[in-house]
């Protein structure tokens, strides 16, 4: 395991931030108090849920959550990004939980950090054509103005959107998540939308005045399967459609290599509302992808089925350790993404929060945790000193929770939780990230 005691992680900056992150759906639970999502329903129809489970309950959070803010502040950690669930506002009184967790946060001295949207979209919002209809971005934003207006006397960090690239590949080509379209590429309209959205909810939180706005979009390196031609011109698509597609028209105004042209409406003039300036860039870091020229058939990868359609096939990384959920474990490879955003943006990039990474094992004296989280930490380090403005770094996730179409299968927490009686338990890498954190500057 690592030892921090004879191998101490590095020293970040003054002022560094260091969060635990979690989100609605996965955790909250008391589905009974706020209006369906398109996971309910999803996860109401047979086989799309590996273990047939639901987040009805989940970790109970919405009512077990002081328990949860005393677990953050024995942590150490100086901010706390959940998510904030459209259909609980939607829902009568579905902003005093909110309230509730906020006041219970700062009392706490806990910055509380919340995204907009994590995947779970108000079911009546689906019906009216959900991502795939542009109104939808203009309802995020009024939703946005919502939220801030009352809670933004307490909250000063937001973030717009988690993971649009999976919520588009995952929910609305490939058909594994909610709401369960198979659309390939034509779901391109639905990133558009949420890049549209994000700007939209932009602009909103600035109205209410707002100084400190992010997104949290996830990356890593694609790594071509070889250096013959067709594998790179594959890779070099892979890493289109999902890394650039949602990092150039943010940062940029402008969408790669001619993908504007597949897009919906006035491109120009809605990449000026997408392009609004943000005062960070979250990135949320798991894994590179080993990618290469189609195989002529469909293939089972990370339990997706990639269609023998697509321009490219996913491969295996070998010669690497791996989680219990499969994925290689390559520290290096944020180090590599770091860089490599640095040098392709410039000063077009704003400081980098890492706003999720972490890993799936199992047991409650989880070493391999322990290491995979001293290895990124050093990887991170490693990419400041290499000149990458890195404010802060959020653990995926506080508490074992429901891992989407997984179901209760993996466990990515820090804190073990008992599904049948909803008990807490810190396991070992609890313990490890509070004795590093004591070792860390404070005033994040």
Known sequence: MANTATNPIPQFPAGFLWGVSTSAHQIEGAADKRDPSVWDAFS?????????????????????????????????VDAYRFSISWPRVNSPGGLDFYDRLVDELTAAGIRPVPTLFHWDLPVSVEEAGGWLNRDTAERFAEYAAVVVDRLGDRISKWITLNEPAEH????HALGAHAPGKQLLFDSLPVAHHQLLGHGLAVRALRAAGVTDIGIANSHGPTWPASQEPEDLEAAGFYDLLL??????????????DGLGELMPGDVEADLKVISEPIDWYGINYYAPTRVGAPQGSEIEFGGLTMPAELPFSVREIEGYPVTDFGWPVVPEALTELLVDFHKRYGDRLPPVVITENGCSYEGLDDQDRITYLDGHLRALHRALDQGVDVRGYFVWSLLDNFEWAEGYARRFGLVHVDFETLKRTPKASYGWLRDVLQTQPQGG
């Open 44 to 76: 109401a129809e047979p086989g799309h849920i590996k273990d047939n489970s639901t987040a009805a309950v989940a970790c109970d959070h919405y009512h077990r959550y002081p328990e949860d803010v005393a677990l953050l502040r024995d942590l150490g």
């Open 168 to 171: 588009t590949l995952l929910g």
């Open 243 to 256: 890394n650039r597609l949602f990092s150039d028209p943010v940062l940029t105004g402008q969408y790669p």
